[in-house]
């Protein structure tokens, strides 16, 4: 079975379509960076018309790259949520216009799935059970994965983000959006002892985060430095931006470590915008080999919003038998807000 998949929850337009027995046939990906950095941060309503239009020519580069075309599609699936809700409809309109068209099944499927299980879309693939760390924007949690639909939520961010505590730390050392990449970049530079950060929740006994201490700390930290001796030098810039991975990377491992050890499963895998940061991989890697276990992230192109986990998302819910293909009704919502547990089974 041939399924397109349409990702436009925030600030990247993905098409891909997967087979559900060979797996992902082709996938292209627009990126609306460029468009929103001017202002800082994603503009919604910008996205939601830039998504517009570049949806259609997208869905024709995958179709020819993957050598097939519309005829071939059996079921349509789309992002339906959590994210920004205008954004969102665009993708979910087309989806379920398309479906309507040429009467195939539409599939909704939560963003955070698609996420959770792409690094299944590389090899090799972890096996079930695993610990997931799953690290983005908008969300920062653990989980306990037993297979596709049955996830249980072990720990999460109390207040921002692991993506976020990058982007707004990022902002007040002004540096550019995304703050993740920018940060990261300046950080391989710098020296992440020269400035202690606070590692907020690093010993509480659960496994919660809480981020929104340490852009605090450093918004205090630089304004101190500030006065001391006017702007920055490149030096300290790179220091406090290598402070301010290490705190952030030192949280993460500690509390998914530490969820290894609850769980006592062997395998971790790292997905979400953030998975990509290369300070956080070597940390894993690191600490799960010294554990005797494993850690798989995504291949960094599916690490950040894709369309392509969108699409196996559904594929993998096709195969576990959790989507009703017959439903030909094509009324649908979108899910700003959506807890992950609602796809559970
Ligand atoms: O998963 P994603 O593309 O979007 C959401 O669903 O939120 O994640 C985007 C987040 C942003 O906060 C971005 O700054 C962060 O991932 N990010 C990184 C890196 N690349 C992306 N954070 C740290 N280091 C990176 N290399
Ligand atoms: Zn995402």
């Avoid at 990261?184 to 919660?208: E, F, I, K, N, V």
Wanted: negative net charge; hydrophobic residues 45%.
């Amino acid at each position: 079975m041939i399924i397109i998949g349409f990702e436009s929850s925030c600030d990247e337009t993905g098409v891909a379509v997967v087979c559900t027995q060979r797996g992902l046939l082709a996938h292209a990906l627009h990126s609306q960076i460029a468009m929103h950095r001017e202002y800082g941060g994603v503009v919604p309503e910008l996205a939601s018309r830039d998504h517009i239009q570049r949806i259609l020519p997208l869905t024709e580069a995958t179709l020819q790259q993957a050598g097939i075309s519309m005829d071939d599609i059996d079921a349509v699936a789309y992002t339906a949520g959590p994210g920004l809700a205008g954004a969102l409809l665009v993708g979910a309109s087309v989806a379920q216009a398309f479906a309507w068209a040429r009467g195939l099944p539409a599939i909704p499927v939560h963003h955070l799935e698609g996420h959770l299980l792409s690094p299944l879309l590389a090899q090799p693939q972890p096996q079930f059970p695993f610990v997931a760390l799953l690290v983005s924007g908008g969300h920062t949690q653990l989980m306990r994965v037993d297979g596709v639909g049955k996830y249980e939520l072990l720990g999460e961010t109390l207040d921002d983000a692991a993506g976020e505590a990058f982007d707004k730390t990022a902002k007040l050392m002004g540096l550019g959006y995304p703050g993740g990449p920018a940060l990261s970049r300046l950080a391989a530079q710098g020296d992440a002892s020269r400035y202690d950060l606070p590692r907020p929740l690093l010993h509480s006994h659960d496994l919660d985060f809480s981020f929104s201490g340490l852009k605090t700390a450093v918004l205090t930290r630089l304004k101190s430095l500030e006065k001391a001796g006017g702007a920055l030098s490149d030096g300290q810039r790179a220091d406090l931006a290598a402070g301010t991975e290490a705190a952030i990377v030192d949280v993460l491992a500690f509390k998914a470590i530490k969820a290894i050890k609850q769980t006592r499963l062997k395998r971790l895998v790292v997905a979400g915008g953030v998975g990509a940061n290369r300070r956080l991989r070597a940390r894993l890697v690191e600490s799960m080999a010294a554990l005797g276990g494993d850690v798989f992230f995504p291949p960094l192109e599916f690490c950040t919003d894709n369309g392509a986990m969108i699409a196996f998302a559904a594929a993998q819910r096709v195969n576990a038998g959790l989507v009703d293909l017959s439903d030909g009704s094509h009324a649908f919502t979108v899910r700003p807000r959506w807890d992950l547990q609602d796809v559970c089974v």
